[in-house]
């Protein structure tokens, strides 16, 4: 074989597995990031951070996880909340929104930060009574006791990429401490929703006024239990 052929095929090969493997970065990126972070820093952006003015958080927990997680063997216990959070996934993807994390057995998830123009606070309301029936039937399927948590609220944030090793995307401000004091003083299989979400849904879904509550750091707050859509 020539040798300019031999220097064709070998061109070739190096550039059939560096295309390889810059398609391997870019589906594990995308597993970690939102597309359209993903697309951002494709095009050269090194800093991401954004203040979004219209947005709408969810955190969720397993109520009595601490005692459930004594009684299951590790591996039980990993594959239990490989299952709940696996189907919590599969809800984000559904409704248009983006996981931002796990911490240990609670879930956070938002919505409004890369759709503009998405209707996201009845996206998450949606997603959030679909998780509470996902926790039920896992429940009745593995015998197990498990109950959800969950608190939203709306309202801006701020949201960017932070680390350079295990980096992730993540949110901050004022409206990322109401959501998650709305679920701390929440109540078993109930979405505790402040007055904000309640206004901006009350003509498509049904809520029940809870009455005020008070909440450490933010003092007396409105609260509504989410029920479900109207018909």
Same mark, same amino acid.
């Given at each position: 074989?020539?040798?300019?052929?031999?220097?064709?095929?070998?061109?070739?090969?190096?550039?059939?597995?560096?295309?390889?493997?810059?398609?391997?970065?870019?589906? &594990?990126?995308?597993?970690?990031?939102?597309?359209?972070?993903?697309?951002?820093?494709?095009?050269?952006?090194?800093?991401?951070?954004?203040?979004?003015?219209?947005?709408?958080?969810?955190?969720?927990?397993?109520?009595?996880?601490?005692?459930?997680?004594?009684?299951?063997?590790?591996?039980?216990?990993? @594959?239990?909340?490989?299952?709940?959070?696996?189907?919590?996934?599969?809800?984000?993807?559904?409704?248009?929104?983006?996981?931002? @994390?796990?911490?240990?057995?609670?879930?956070?998830?938002?919505?409004?930060?890369?759709?503009?123009?998405?209707?996201?606070?009845?996206?998450?309301?949606?997603?959030?009574?679909?998780?509470?029936?996902?926790?039920?039937?896992?429940?009745?399927?593995?015998?197990?006791?498990?109950?959800?948590?969950?608190?939203?609220?709306?309202?801006?944030?701020?949201?960017?990429?932070?680390?350079?090793?295990?980096?992730?995307?993540?949110?901050?401000?004022?409206?990322?401490?109401?959501?998650?004091?709305?679920?701390?003083?929440?109540?078993?299989?109930?979405?505790?929703?402040?007055?904000? &979400?309640?206004?901006?849904?009350?003509?498509?879904?049904?809520?029940?006024?809870?009455?005020?509550?008070?909440?450490?750091?933010?003092?007396?707050?409105?609260?509504?239990?989410?029920?479900?859509?109207?018909?």
């Amino acid at each position: 074989m020539p040798a300019s052929r031999k220097r064709g095929y070998a061109n070739a090969r190096r550039s059939s597995s560096s295309n390889c493997e810059k398609e391997k970065s870019e589906a &594990l990126l995308l597993n970690i990031l939102p597309t359209a972070i993903v697309s951002r820093l494709n095009l050269g952006e090194t800093v991401i951070a954004d203040h979004i003015p219209d947005a709408t958080i969810l955190f969720a927990d397993l109520v009595g996880f601490t005692g459930l997680s004594a009684q299951l063997s590790a591996t039980r216990l990993v @594959k239990l909340l490989n299952m709940l959070f696996s189907e919590f996934d599969r809800l984000s993807i559904d409704f248009g929104l983006e996981k931002i @994390k796990t911490i240990g057995d609670a879930y956070m998830v938002a919505g409004g930060l890369t759709s503009e123009g998405s209707d996201h606070a009845e996206a998450v309301a949606r997603m959030a009574l679909s998780m509470v029936e996902v926790s039920r039937s896992t429940s009745d399927l593995l015998g197990l006791p498990l109950q959800l948590r969950i608190g939203i609220h709306t309202g801006p944030v701020v949201a960017g990429i932070i680390g350079t090793h295990r980096f992730i995307y993540d949110v901050w401000g004022d409206t990322v401490n109401t959501a998650s004091r709305m679920e701390t003083y929440g109540i078993a299989n109930e979405i505790n929703v402040t007055q904000a &979400l309640y206004e901006r849904l009350q003509d498509r879904f049904v809520f029940e006024p809870r009455g005020t509550i008070e909440v450490a750091g933010k003092g007396t707050l409105q609260a509504f239990f989410l029920r479900g859509p109207r018909q």
